[in-house]
């Protein structure tokens, strides 16, 4: 039986597929409409996931985060959240194709017996995090390695440090760049990222004339369906 969650917020940080294209070229720069549908698609996935939680859902893309680095956007962000009155605050991007509803859910309701609760992704760094309003602080969190492979061991030693209680998610990928989504699409031939890769290999390859015509074809299927962020 999950708990009530009125007290509980789910925060997407991430940027918009604009931004994404420009600060991860997954099929370098020359390709951009292969690299908007590539995150087209992750961040459609991620909309669905977050629609699904159960939770009020706050999406912050460039637009809507403040600051002068990653870390400071990132800081605001939870206390933005705090400051409305939410006890628990999860985040996660748009690059972890692999995150499931119910380790969403796992996470969401785990903050009701722990402080924290991380996702560690296979790179050092974390594909969720959450935090109970009691264990933020604005100034240790900016210090911590953001961005990093020190983020995951960097994030355990501080919360153990403060004797905070921590729950420990599955490892999963993230995508951040062309070896990642290969890498993915190998183990996950038949997901829609795993499909869509192959499939923009394919286009690469074919003659001018019909690439274009297919690559304009799968764009729009992809695009289809896709709304706006959730908000509350």
Not at 65 to 76: C, K, L, P, V, Y
Not at 82 to 97: A, L, Q, R, T
Not at 157 to 165: A, D, L, R
Request: aromatic content about 10%; some cysteine; overall charge neutral.
């Amino acid at each position: 039986m999950e708990l009530n969650q009125k007290n509980t917020a789910l925060l997407v940080f991430s940027l918009s597929v604009e931004m994404e294209s420009k600060r991860k070229s997954i099929f370098d720069s020359c390709h951009k409409k292969e690299n908007a549908a590539f995150f087209n698609l992750l961040i459609h996935q991620t909309k669905e996931l977050a629609s699904r939680s159960g939770v009020d859902v706050f999406w912050m893309d460039e637009h809507q985060q403040s600051g002068q680095n990653f870390s400071d956007r990132f800081a605001n962000a939870f206390q933005n959240l705090f400051d409305k009155g939410y006890e628990n605050v999860v985040s996660i991007g748009n690059d972890c194709p692999d995150l499931s509803h119910v380790i969403l859910r796992d996470a969401i309701n785990g903050l009701n017996a722990n402080k924290v609760v991380l996702g560690p992704s296979k790179d050092g760094g974390v594909y969720l995090l959450g935090l109970n309003k009691a264990v933020f602080d604005r100034s240790e969190f900016i210090a911590l390695p953001w961005q990093t492979a020190a983020l995951k061991s960097g994030l355990e030693t501080y919360f153990n440090s403060q004797g905070f209680s921590l729950a420990i998610l599955d490892e999963l990928m993230d995508l951040d760049t062309l070896n990642d989504v290969r890498r993915f699409a190998t183990n996950r031939p038949t997901s829609d990222i795993g499909l869509f890769f192959t499939s923009v290999l394919s286009y690469l390859k074919a003659p001018l004339p019909l690439y274009r015509k297919t690559l304009h074809s799968s764009f729009q299927f992809i695009s289809l369906g896709l709304r706006g962020p959730p908000t509350v």
